[in-house]
């Protein structure tokens, strides 16, 4: 039954949770998601979070009960080979292990508009692991849309590539700038078949090596999907 009211938040204890943190016995995690709401910003025209809520406790209804729709481009979130090629794999049906292991977290902070093989310096000197994060921005933009920012040059999609990566990422909504007609950044993902993360936050993540965890749902017909990307400790 349909009730246009919302429920009560839920109980102090059920939502503080520390982004970074050390328990006994498990290793360091960075939160790398923005937080996911509907003021979340989109691409413009893109489907920001909406949620309706179909049912909520009360007499009527021993559950709240909710629909959200958006676009999977909110948030962190992995695009599929679908977003950018009609003939392309959705995002559940890719193979997971491109989004779970090592991985490099680059610094190129203010690089401008697009990063250059220089920007990454001797962080990409020798051995690289199969996954690349690369922080452009002092502090994500978690809260509102910013049409000027960092994206990758093709060409250092290229050189990843050919160095053995298999995903890369970056903490703005693209890897091709905001007014980009052709896309050729994400056309390199296309041909060098390699997966993407966009949106992280990496305000707080030195410069390094980590386990990146960063699971795509098993949307089997979708373009993207959003992602809960983590950061472990090696
Ligand atoms: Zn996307």
């Known amino acids: 039954m349909a009730r246009p009211n919302t429920p009560a938040p839920p109980e102090k204890d059920d939502t503080v949770r520390p982004s970074r943190g050390k328990f006994r016995g498990m290793t360091t995690l960075w ?7 509907p003021g979340s ?25 909710s629909t959200l729709t958006f676009s999977p481009h909110i948030g962190a979130h992995a695009d599929a080979p679908l977003h950018f090629d009609p003939q392309g794999a ?25 990063i250059e093989w220089a920007h990454l310096g001797a962080a990409v ?12 921005r002092r502090k994500a933009a978690v809260d509102h849309w910013d049409s000027r920012f960092s994206a990758f040059a093709p ?28 896309l050729p950044s994400h056309q390199v993902l296309r041909q060098r078949h390699l997966r993407v993360l966009e949106n992280l936050v990496l305000d707080e993540v030195p410069a390094g090596d980590y386990e990146l ?3 795509p749902l098993k949307l089997t017909t979708a ?12």
């Open 90 to 114: 959705a995002i559940g049906t890719l193979a997971l292990e491109p989004y779970l292991g090592l991985c490099r977290v680059i610094h190129a902070i203010d690089c401008g508009p697009l």
């Open 31 to 37: 939160d790398i998601s923005p937080a996911v709401h």
């Open 223 to 234: 373009d993207a999907s959003p992602v809960r990307a983590v950061l472990r400790a090696l």
């Open 125 to 136: 000197q020798g051995a690289l692991p199969a996954r690349v994060l690369v922080r452009t």
């Open 155 to 182: 060409r250092t999609l290229e050189y990843l590539a050919d160095l053995g990566v298999r995903l890369v990422g970056i903490d703005t909504p693209s890897v091709d700038p905001a007014d980009s007609p052709d």
């Open 41 to 65: 910003p989109v691409f413009p025209g893109d489907t920001p979070l909406r949620q309706h809520w179909d049912a909520t406790i009360g007499p009527d209804s021993a559950v709240n009960l």
């Open 213 to 215: 965890i960063a699971l």
